[in-house]
């Protein structure tokens, strides 16, 4: 009797701890991200890098700002395209633009699309598409905290995908839209409101 | 008479010339999803019930005042309209689906107009033998001095194998 109740006990420990497994496999493997953007819309030749964040600045997500000093921005070496989320699913990064000329840069972001598209809606993506214009004065640097997140409840969508695409188009509004157009969509990036 | 018959010819311009942006609504379905789209004009009443959705035997309930066809949207510069889509599955089947976010061409129009859509990170149910809607808010905010143009918002359908612990 004792012999077979504990084949019984084995076999049930086997059996959850391949359950256990095989939700671990699942919610354990996290695709790569791709962010890529468009470039060239109206005849731009304004870039975006990408950064990794000073560890001080892990929480300041959205947080933007322009910047003559260049070891003001909160960054910390360069990050690739393509590059894996941290281990919680989670990656907070810096978006940076350069204006080297001598007149005020303006540029928004279409929203983005997501490829796969299975993958939307496992994907959270706190970036800088929001209806706005940005400003960059001359010679300043524009940075702004961004923030991606695969939420755990929501990875059973991923189960086959390796790699995420997000793609913005980077739209460069020209000196005359900012300021009669578009002038109520500047954000100001004091208080994070419109101007 | 003459100046009689210039009013109606400008009375007959005014919905096509120059006057309206139109947005072309595309969408993209996987085959295991075998829907029809219909997308109607709402009366502004239904502002109210703004990215709220459902499930219908009849269009009719939505009490649509017209149809825009091949999902070509036209609005007035500086307009805006509550749109009524309509998912129609053609196999009569239940099914669970979501949105991919929109893709806008040409992306120089994207600060020109604001669509209040589907694709907010959201799944929804395809009841057995009903309609499912939604009603949508699509506005434009150009002015009239502004050149006419015709914007392509893209979606891409996805099918929901839902797993059974979620509820």
Partial sequence: MMKWFLILQVILVLKVEAKVSAVTQTTNFLPKIRIDFIYGVNKSNTTVELYEVAPEFIFSIAKTSVTRNKDKIPIGSPLSKVFPLDKDGSKTFVMVVRNDTEKAKYFTAVPHTVSPPEASLGVIFECLCNHHVYEIPPHMIWYRIVHIELPKDQRETLRNVKEIT??????????????????TLIYNTDDGMRK | MRFF???????????????????????????????????????????????????????????????????????????????????????????????????????????????????????????????????????????????????????????????????
């Fill in chain 1, 166 to 183: 997000l793609t913005h188009q980077f739209i460069e509004v020209s000196a005359k839209d900012a300021a009669t157009k578009y002038k």
């Fill in chain 2, 5 to 167: 018959i210039y009013k109606i010819f400008l009375l007959l311009m005014i919905p096509t010339a120059g006057f309206c942006t139109t947005y072309q609504l595309q969408w993209e379905f996987p085959k295991e999803l075998d829907f029809d789209v219909r997308v109607f004009e709402l009366s502004p009443v239904y502002e109210r019930k703004l990215s709220t959705n459902g499930d219908i035997i009849d269009v009719n309930q939505l009490t649509p005042l017209r149809e825009f066809k091949n999902g070509k949207v036209e609005i007035s510069k500086g307009g805006a309209k509550i749109l009524g889509l309509v998912f129609i599955s053609r196999s009569k089947e239940e099914a669970d689906f979501y949105v991919a976010p929109h893709s806008t061409e040409p992306g120089a129009s994207t600060l020109d107009f604001k669509f209040t859509c589907l694709c907010y990170h959201h799944a929804y149910h395809m009841k057995k033998g009903f309609m499912w809607y939604r009603i949508l808010k699509l506005s434009d905010i150009t002015t009239a001095d502004e050149p006419v143009k015709t914007v392509y918002l893209k979606h891409k359908v996805v099918l929901w194998n839902k797993p059974a612990k979620v509820h």
